[in-house]
């Protein structure tokens, strides 16, 4: 891959999209300083106690919360406990969720944040010190209409748990301070699989306008994290034939097809796709070039780059994971006649269903698991039908028509408000 980090290639490509909408809208630099501009930006220096073989030792630990927007409701995005991660790859998440909230339409704005750590090299009691002590930190900025967390890469329900119990300390039980929360602290049903649930509904809908029925079209996943494999199951229980599937060690693939359930077994059983039976072994290169209908990046950003852009062989790309393809694949793959789904559609299961979570607790009502996945599917159909049409009327392509309609709500709440 290219020799620039990831995370300076996705603030790259994060640029170039956004341009190529600003242009498209024609808006005046005044306007796009307006929409590029974070509201707030803070850096945090954590400090614990690590306890290893030689000793106590003090580790200092860098956190990071950017909120970008509040145009249209409060501060609303993840928390990444990831060792790389920086000050622009947080801010270019950030920027991601304001559009990703407004073009699915929910009353929320744009943020990231985390820690830069790798959650593995430490155990549980110093992982709920350290989130504990980052919710210390962050206190002054949270708010259940003012900034609400969420997991994201690194963390999960049980991260959630120990910021609400933080949080909850000085200001009593506040359930909506987070969201994908465990459902025993008022956590919403189906909040873990509704990123992935939501993924399959749009490729089923991407399916349902090709010639061939859903049990034909070969279907490609990398990753199977959370997002994936729910993707995967989804899509399996749709019909659809997987035949790869990817986590960090490697691939699998099966022309027939993968049985997704076995794969989760197998996953459960050994920690890694490897081994499955009935499959062959591949490299996630030679995964993301396998000839397909369909092939769903679910795992890291710019996976697809420049390098390999070139043999892909998918007629389309639903974009499950943030960024996954930098700009130049995007142009090049255009240019081929190459369908993308963009990350800020094809990904908005979550931050929908987070936000399900969100009223459930501010009506102190939880919903039952059918109804949120009823709600999840018909607002993400009704939004993917939006943007095609968009993008027909105006004869675009997908990313730029959505990344349109979210900087035009974003631009009119601004305008609205009197910023």
């Not at 919403?188 to 749009?202: D, F, H, L, M, N």
Request: proline share 4%; hydrophobic share 40%.
């Amino acid at each position: 891959m290219q020799t620039k980090s990831r995370n300076c290639i996705c603030q790259d490509t994060q640029r170039h999209f956004l341009r190529r909408a600003f242009d498209s809208l024609e808006l005046e630099d005044a306007q796009r300083e307006l929409l590029i501009s974070s509201f707030r930006e803070t850096r945090f220096s954590i400090h614990i106690m690590l306890r290893r073989n030689g000793g106590d030792i003090l580790r200092t630990f860098q956190g990071y919360r950017v909120q970008h927007n509040h145009a249209r409701g409060p501060f609303k995005g993840g928390l990444r406990y990831h060792p790389e991660i920086n000050q622009g790859e947080i801010r270019a998440l950030a920027q991601l969720m304001t559009w990703k909230t407004a073009l699915i339409d929910i009353p929320f704005g744009g943020a990231k944040g985390g820690i830069a750590i790798d959650p593995a090299e430490l155990d549980s009691w110093e992982l709920e010190v350290l989130t504990k002590r980052f919710a210390q930190k962050m206190e002054p900025l949270l708010g259940v209409h003012q900034d609400i967390p969420a997991p994201d890469m690194g963390t999960n329900a049980q991260v959630m748990a120990w910021i609400l119990e933080e949080y909850s300390k000085t200001h009593g039980y506040t359930p909506g301070i987070v969201t994908g929360k465990p459902v025993e602290l008022s956590g919403s049903q189906g909040r873990e699989e509704a990123t992935g649930y939501g993924v399959a509904c749009i490729t089923r809908k991407v399916v349902s306008g090709m010639p061939l029925p859903i049990k034909d079209v070969r279907v490609v996943i990398q990753g199977f994290g959370n997002v994936g494999s729910h993707t995967a199951r989804g899509l399996s229980k749709m019909g659809a034939r997987i035949i790869a599937l990817s986590d960090l060690k490697g691939a699998v693939y099966s022309e027939a097809g993968i049985d997704v359930e076995a794969a989760v077994s197998h996953v459960a059983q050994t920690g890694w796709l490897q081994g499955l039976d009935a499959t062959e072994q591949l490299s996630n290169d030679e995964l993301l070039e396998l000839p397909c209908d369909i092939l769903i990046p679910a795992a890291l950003e710019a996976v697809i780059n420049c390098d390999n852009a070139g043999s892909i062989k998918a007629k389309v790309i639903v974009e499950a994971a943030n960024m996954p393809t930098t700009h130049q694949a995007d142009t090049q793959l255009r240019e081929r006649g190459v369908m993308i789904v963009p990350d800020i559609l094809a990904n908005a299961g979550g931050v929908l269903t987070s936000y399900y979570e969100w009223v459930q607790n501010l009506q102190e009502f939880p919903w039952e698991y059918e109804s949120v996945m009823r709600r999840l599917e018909q607002r993400m159909l009704r939004v993917y039908g939006e943007v095609s049409h968009y993008a027909d009327e105006n004869q675009i392509d997908m990313r730029t028509a959505a990344y349109e309609i979210a900087i035009g709500r974003v631009s009119r709440a601004i305008q609205l408000r009197g910023f």
